[in-house]
């Protein structure tokens, strides 16, 4: 892995993390599914995970990944 991804990994889980905490939640999700993908030990894969939970939980009809 190349430390560039690791960098634009953990700015995507910044970002992500930003949309989360405005409601924007799909925004959210898109930012920490390609964290997770660049950087599979981001603590965007724990993030995503809550994310879902959540949205199963409270959204069911606002999430449609």
């Known amino acids: 892995m ?9 700015e995507l889980y910044r970002k992500g993390n930003d ?3 405005a ?7 898109n ?3 390609e964290a997770a993908r660049l950087d599979p030990d981001s603590p965007a894969v724990e993030a995503k995970k809550m994310l879902d939970d959540i ?3 409270y959204c069911k009809d606002m999430y449609n990944p």
């Open 55 to 57: 949205m199963a939980f």
């Open 31 to 33: 930012c920490y599914i």
């Open 23 to 29: 409601g924007s939640f799909h925004e959210a999700i």
């Open 19 to 21: 949309y989360r905490k």
């Open 2 to 10: 190349k430390s560039e991804e690791i960098v634009l990994a953990e």
